[in-house]
């Protein structure tokens, strides 16, 4: 996560609005006074008077409203920053009047129903048991959100792990054996832990610490026989890997490796085919601080746990999205390219395929940021021309992507925070009067190896605000999916409230919403702008070989013993009934921003 707290501008408290507007409104009454005594008005022109005046104040705020969006446009966040420290919260906003929700548009589950903010989650499904599913997410507190259901979503168990020692920035991975690893920042955000669980989610067994020092945002990825950590330690990417042979059976930790000319951060690990538990890859951006420009690089280690270590820094592909990019969306938090990766591992027609996606915008500092993917066959060495996967004809922004892939299948789906319908027409159009401030969620999925996309399906039952959400984190910096037996699970904060169970209400703190995209249909229809025809763009940088390099951080020991540290409050929740899915409405295409 970001540590903007200092740099973070409040959008949209109307509160601060008025406040600007106060000496506009002293201006007037005075001047509205001395007309009244200079030319003995009798009440009723004064009221007349004074109803012009508040509807000129109104206009006026909403203008300055604007303004203050546009003026985020300017806000710079230096190179290096970290993301791992939550800010506080800000102040709960009152209730906004305008907005009444309307009828859930999906048929979407509260997974959370917990009061206070939940966001920046994860939802991951037991391969050896698809009815288990297990959701995580950061809190209010310093604890981690766990919620785990054994009827495939109906019901949920709800409760906390590493509670009263985790911060934030917490991932987890489901193996073949049936292990649930977890990584997360311990409170004191000076540590990177992972703890397991063999039950399913119930419990998870004391912290193992795989790194120290100044880090931030960690990623995990399990193979065949192994589980891979990777953060950013010192401004640089740094990986570590463990065997794992068994239910619970797993570790020790390989020594600390360090990436070639791995500066950066923001990015993600995938296991792919091969010895050793698997290749290995890290993806990252560089530079970490401003709006952009920037550059996505990938490094692989082609022997998995073996002694080879990683190869050279690739370039993958530009992108105008730096890593504190403002949008109005994302106006507090800001958010970066999120590049994210998964390695085919299937044996399937397209075994060894690497898909990466990442968010672009295009023109620098537009606010229209679009979700692309490229791929590789050659082990990373080079990347296919980019194909955009939102198919959305208008200029609003999609942000927050993640890719997973179906093992049983090899299909592979993206889903991604979506404001193509904010219009800025509260209700059908949005929450307030402000175009693309408002996001949805959608989920689509590719069958012929990334060159073409289904339609994007919304899966959200409405639109949520981030801003409303008062959280310091917005929607936070990802959103982890799991895909299985042709199902997408995907799970995102929202404060539509459609169904009527956010314990907060509506348009206030988020709770979690679950709904599963269906991964079947025949072959996908492309998008109107996809460069299918693979072109290779990218060429490995000359840098210096890799050599693992043994860092004295804490040794991994195994823990196969499950000790709970789990807080468990189990609160099924019965089926929702379900809702009338109106007839989608035409929506027109926003103005162009100036």
């Known amino acids: 996560m970001k540590n903007i707290f200092a740099l973070k501008i409040r959008l949209d408290s109307r509160s601060e609005i008025v406040e600007e507007s106060r000496p506009l409104r002293v201006l007037f009454k005075s ?70 929700p309307l009828a859930c548009l999906e048929p979407v589950v509260n997974v959370s129903a917990t009061s206070g903010n939940q966001a920046e989650s994860f939802i991951n499904v037991n391969p050896t048991n698809p009815n288990n599913l297990v959701a995580t997410s950061n809190t ?72 120290t020092g100044s880090i931030d945002q960690p990623s995990i990825a399990v193979g065949n026989g192994s589980v891979w950590v990777d953060w950013n330690q010192n401004g640089s990417m ?48 560089s530079p970490t601080g401003g709006q952009g420009p920037a550059t996505i690089f990938a490094n692989v280690d082609a ?11 690739i370039t993958v592909s ?51 940021t679009d979700i692309m993917m490229r791929t590789s066959t050659d082990d990373g060495a080079t990347w296919s021309a980019p194909v955009r996967v939102n198919d959305d004809a208008t200029t609003n922004s999609q942000f927050l992507p993640y890719v997973a892939l179906d093992p049983t299948t090899g299909t592979v789906a993206v889903g991604f925070h979506d404001c193509r319908n904010d219009n800025g027409v509260p209700g059908p159009g949005g929450t307030n009067m402000i175009p693309n401030d408002d996001a949805e969620y959608f989920g689509t999925f590719t069958t012929d190896g990334g060159a073409t996309w289904a339609p994007n399906r919304r899966l959200s039952g409405g639109f949520s605000n981030a ?37 907060n209400g509506t348009l206030h703190q988020f709770d979690l919403y679950a709904n599963p995209l269906a991964l079947t249909g025949g072959t996908p229809t492309p998008t109107p702008t996809a460069s299918p025809t693979p072109t290779a763009t990218a060429t ?55």
């Open 540 to 594: 490995a940088t000359p840098t210096a070989t890799a050599t693992a390099t043994a860092t004295p951080t804490a040794t991994a020991t195994a823990t196969p013993t499950a000790t709970a540290t789990t807080t468990p409050t189990p609160t099924p929740r019965p089926t929702p009934t379900p809702r009338f899915h109106p007839t989608p409405r035409p929506r027109p295409s926003p103005p162009p921003r100036p």
């Open 31 to 100: 001047t509205l006074t001395r007309q009244i005594r200079t030319l003995h008005m009798n009440t009723r022109l004064s009221l007349t008077m004074l109803a012009a005046l508040l509807a000129l104040i109104t206009s006026t705020a909403s203008t300055l409203h604007a303004q203050m969006l546009t003026a985020t446009e300017g806000i710079d966040v230096p190179d290096g920053t970290r993301k791992c420290i939550k800010p506080q919260e800000r102040p709960v906003k009152p209730i906004d009047r305008l907005f009444v």
């Open 140 to 211: 209010n507190a310093p604890s981690i959100f766990r919620a785990y259901s054994t009827d495939a979503g109906a019901t949920w168990t709800r409760g906390t792990i590493a509670t009263g020692v985790a911060c934030c920035d917490g991932q987890a991975a489901w193996d073949t054996f049936g292990n649930l690893f977890f990584v997360y920042i311990n409170n004191s955000v000076n540590q990177i832990n992972v703890i397991l669980s063999t039950d399913g989610g119930a419990t998870f067994s004391a912290p193992v610490t795989a790194g």
């Open 467 to 503: 801003a409303d959400a008062a959280n310091g984190i917005d929607f936070g910096d990802y959103v982890g999916l799991s895909a299985f037996m042709g199902k997408l699970y995907a799970m995102w904060a929202d404060n539509a409230n459609c169904d009527g169970t956010n314990p």
């Open 318 to 368: 530009s992108t105008n999205v730096g890593g504190f990019d403002f949008i109005p969306a994302q106006n507090g938090r800001s958010i970066d390219a999120e590049a994210g990766l998964v390695w085919d591992a299937t044996g399937g027609p397209f075994n060894n395929r690497i898909y990466l996606v990442y968010t672009d915008e295009t023109v620098n500092e537009n606010n229209d």
């Open 238 to 285: 740094v990986a570590r890997g463990a065997p794992v042979t068994g239910l619970g059976t797993w570790g020790p930790f390989n020594a600390q490796q360090a990436i070639p000319s791995a500066t950066g951060s923001f990015g993600g690990i995938a296991v792919g085919p091969g010895p050793n538990g698997g290749k290995v890859i890290v993806t990252y951006q």
């Open 303 to 313: 022997d998995g746990l073996g002694a080879g270590g990683f190869g050279a820094r």
